[in-house]
C-alpha cells in the first residue's frame, strides 16, 4: 500500500469527467505548520475551486501536492507514505510505499521505519501537511530583565530584549512525531509555542551571560546582535534539529535596552568618569559661566544683580577648580607683614594703613597714633584691671 505518481494529462482528461476525488492541502497560510487534506471533486475545481471538509481517503484517490509542502499518508496514526516533491500522486493499496523524499533524499527513511504503518490498510487513512517554508515573525520578549555584571562598571546591570525569530521544519516525520498534537487537523505555531519559546529565551539568556563571561561591556551588547543571533542558533539547533525535527533559520533583535535603575547608574558613572578629565572639566565650567552671561540679561532683578550672580558663580567655579590658589597666597602673605609690623611696634591706623613705630602721626590721612591702653587684665595675676589704672590692685604689677 501506498502512493504512486500520477499521470498529469490523465487527470484533467477522462478521470476528472468521472469526478474522480482529488485531495489538496487545507488552508495553510504563513504561520501554519500543520494542516489536513481536504478532497475537492474535479467538476468543482474546473468552475470554482471550492474545497470541501476533512475525510479519508479511498483506494484510487488523488493528492495534489504543492511546493514547499510535505504530504503524509497516515492510517490510524501511522504513515503509510509520503512525498516531499510536488505533483499528483495516486492511493494505490496494492503498491509498496514508495517514498518520495525530495529535498530530504534518503534521510527521512531512518525516521520512517520507526512510524510506518504495518498493518492491513483500512478505510482510516487520511492526508496531512506539513509547512517547509520557513515560518517568520514569532515574537519573543524577556519577560524579565537579564542581569548582566559589567566589570567596567563593576555592578550587576540588568537587559531587556525583544525580537522575532524564524524556524523550518528539517525532519517532517520527526517533527509530526514530537511536536504535533495527536488527533490535530490545522497547528499554527503559536498553538505549540510556548514550550519552544521558554527554550528560546533561556538560550537567549545563556548567551548574553556569556557575552558578560567573556567581558564584553554592556554598552557593546548592542553592536553585537549578528553574533547572539548566531550563538543563539546554534545552541537551539542542536537541541531542535535532534528532537523534534526543526531548526532556528534566523533571529531578528529588534531592541536591547536597560531597565530603569542601570540606566541611571551607567549615567552616573560617566558623569563621573567625564568630570574626571581636567579638559572636559574646564569645558564645562566654560559652558555653564557662558551660560549664566547668556541668561543675565533676561534675569528679572536686573543685568547688574544677574552679573553679580554670575561673579558669585564663576568664584564658586573657580574655587571648584583650583582658581583661588593665589589669592589665598597672596592674603597669607599680608597677614604675614602686618604680624611682623606689631611685632617690631608698629601701629595700624583708622584708615587701614599699616604704619611703623616711629610714626606718630599717619600720612595716609594725618590722624595721630593713638595712645597705648592698659590692658584689661593683669599679665601677672590674671586679675580684671580698673579702668584708667597703672597698676593691678591683686598683685601691684604695673600695667600697661
Same mark, same amino acid.
Given at each position: 500500500?501506498?502512493?504512486?505518481?500520477?499521470?498529469? %494529462?490523465?487527470?484533467?482528461?477522462?478521470?476528472?469527467?468521472?469526478?474522480?476525488? +482529488?485531495?489538496?492541502?487545507?488552508?495553510?497560510?504563513?504561520?501554519? +505548520?500543520?494542516? !489536513?487534506?481536504?478532497?475537492?471533486?474535479?467538476?468543482?475545481?474546473?468552475?470554482?475551486?471550492?474545497?470541501?471538509?476533512?475525510?479519508?481517503?479511498?483506494?484510487?484517490?488523488?493528492?495534489?501536492?504543492?511546493?514547499?509542502?510535505?504530504?503524509?499518508?497516515?492510517?490510524? %496514526?501511522? +504513515?503509510?507514505?509520503? =512525498?516531499?516533491? &510536488?505533483?499528483?500522486?495516486?492511493?494505490?493499496?496494492?503498491?509498496?510505499?514508495?517514498?518520495?523524499?525530495?529535498?530530504?533524499?534518503?534521510?527521512?527513511?531512518?525516521?520512517?521505519?520507526?512510524?510506518?504503518?504495518?498493518?492491513?490498510?483500512?478505510?482510516?487513512?487520511?492526508?496531512?501537511?506539513?509547512?517547509?517554508?520557513?515560518?517568520?515573525?514569532?515574537?519573543?520578549?524577556?519577560?524579565?530583565?537579564?542581569?548582566?555584571?559589567?566589570?567596567? $562598571?563593576?555592578?550587576?546591570?540588568?537587559? *531587556?530584549?525583544?525580537?522575532?525569530?524564524?524556524?523550518?521544519?528539517?525532519?517532517?516525520?520527526?517533527?509530526?512525531?514530537?511536536?504535533?498534537? *495527536?488527533?490535530?487537523?490545522?497547528?499554527?505555531?503559536?498553538?505549540?509555542?510556548?514550550?519552544?519559546?521558554?527554550?528560546?529565551?533561556?538560550?537567549?539568556?545563556?548567551?548574553?551571560?556569556?557575552?558578560?563571561?567573556?567581558?564584553?561591556?554592556?554598552?557593546?551588547? =548592542?553592536?553585537?546582535? *549578528?553574533?547572539?543571533?548566531? $550563538? /543563539?542558533?546554534? =545552541?537551539?539547533?542542536?537541541?531542535?534539529?535532534?528532537?523534534?525535527? /526543526?531548526?532556528?533559520?534566523?533571529?531578528?533583535?529588534?531592541?536591547?535596552?536597560?531597565?530603569?535603575?542601570?540606566?541611571?547608574?551607567?549615567?552616573?558613572?560617566?558623569?563621573?568618569?567625564?568630570?574626571?578629565?581636567?579638559?572636559?572639566?574646564?569645558? $564645562?565650567?566654560?559652558?555653564?559661566?557662558? *551660560?549664566?552671561?547668556?541668561?543675565?540679561? !533676561?534675569?528679572?532683578?536686573?543685568?547688574?544683580?544677574?552679573?553679580?550672580?554670575?561673579?558669585?558663580?564663576?568664584?564658586?567655579?573657580? !574655587?571648584?577648580?583650583?582658581?583661588?590658589?593665589?589669592?589665598?597666597?597672596?592674603? /597669607?602673605?599680608?597677614?604675614?607683614?602686618?604680624?611682623?609690623?606689631?611685632?617690631?611696634?608698629?601701629?595700624?591706623?583708622?584708615?587701614?594703613?599699616?604704619?611703623?613705630?616711629?610714626?606718630?602721626?599717619?600720612?595716609?590721612?594725618?590722624?595721630?597714633?593713638?595712645?597705648?591702653?592698659?590692658?584689661?587684665?593683669? &599679665?601677672?595675676?590674671?586679675?580684671?584691671?580698673? &579702668?584708667?589704672?597703672?597698676?593691678?590692685?591683686?598683685?601691684?604689677?604695673?600695667?600697661?
Amino acid at each position: 500500500m501506498g502512493i504512486i505518481k500520477a499521470v498529469i %494529462g490523465a487527470i484533467g482528461g477522462g478521470l476528472a469527467d468521472s469526478w474522480l476525488e +482529488v485531495v489538496e492541502c487545507g488552508d495553510m497560510g504563513d504561520n501554519t +505548520v500543520f494542516a !489536513s487534506g481536504v478532497k475537492v471533486r474535479q467538476g468543482d475545481r474546473r468552475n470554482q475551486n471550492v474545497k470541501g471538509t476533512a475525510d479519508t481517503v479511498s483506494n484510487g484517490s488523488i493528492i495534489h501536492v504543492y511546493d514547499n509542502q510535505f504530504m503524509m499518508l497516515v492510517d490510524g %496514526g501511522k +504513515v503509510v507514505d509520503y =512525498t516531499a516533491e &510536488p505533483g499528483y500522486f495516486k492511493v494505490e493499496h496494492s503498491s509498496m510505499p514508495s517514498l518520495f523524499g525530495g529535498q530530504f533524499g534518503d534521510s527521512l527513511k531512518e525516521t520512517f521505519q520507526r512510524i510506518k504503518y504495518g498493518g492491513t490498510p483500512s478505510s482510516a487513512q487520511k492526508v496531512f501537511f506539513i509547512n517547509l517554508q520557513e515560518i517568520k515573525g514569532i515574537k519573543f520578549g524577556t519577560r524579565n530583565p537579564i542581569n548582566y555584571f559589567d566589570s567596567f $562598571y563593576n555592578s550587576e546591570l540588568f537587559l *531587556r530584549a525583544h525580537g522575532t525569530y524564524s524556524i523550518k521544519v528539517t525532519d517532517p516525520l520527526k517533527f509530526y512525531m514530537e511536536a504535533i498534537p *495527536r488527533n490535530a487537523q490545522n497547528v499554527d505555531i503559536n498553538d505549540i509555542n510556548e514550550q519552544y519559546l521558554n527554550e528560546f529565551l533561556e538560550a537567549l539568556q545563556s548567551a548574553i551571560n556569556q557575552m558578560s563571561a567573556d567581558g564584553t561591556r554592556i554598552s557593546f551588547v =548592542t553592536s553585537k546582535t *549578528r553574533e547572539l543571533s548566531k $550563538y /543563539m542558533a546554534e =545552541t537551539l539547533d542542536a537541541d531542535w534539529n535532534q528532537m523534534r525535527g /526543526m531548526q532556528v533559520q534566523s533571529v531578528g533583535i529588534g531592541s536591547l535596552s536597560y531597565d530603569e535603575e542601570s540606566q541611571k547608574l551607567i549615567n552616573m558613572r560617566n558623569a563621573g568618569a567625564m568630570l574626571s578629565d581636567p579638559s572636559v572639566r574646564e569645558g $564645562y565650567v566654560q559652558g555653564a559661566m557662558a *551660560r549664566g552671561v547668556e541668561a543675565a540679561g !533676561s534675569n528679572e532683578a536686573g543685568a547688574g544683580a544677574a552679573f553679580v550672580g554670575v561673579g558669585l558663580g564663576m568664584n564658586a567655579a573657580g !574655587s571648584m577648580a583650583g582658581a583661588f590658589s593665589s589669592s589665598n597666597q597672596q592674603q /597669607m602673605q599680608q597677614q604675614q607683614s602686618q604680624q611682623a609690623q606689631q611685632a617690631a611696634g608698629g601701629w595700624k591706623c583708622a584708615c587701614g594703613a599699616d604704619n611703623a613705630s616711629g610714626m606718630a602721626f599717619c600720612p595716609s590721612c594725618g590722624s595721630k597714633k593713638p595712645e597705648r591702653q592698659a590692658s584689661a587684665f593683669c &599679665p601677672n595675676c590674671g586679675a580684671k584691671a580698673q &579702668p584708667g589704672a597703672k597698676f593691678c590692685a591683686g598683685c601691684g604689677n604695673k600695667l600697661g
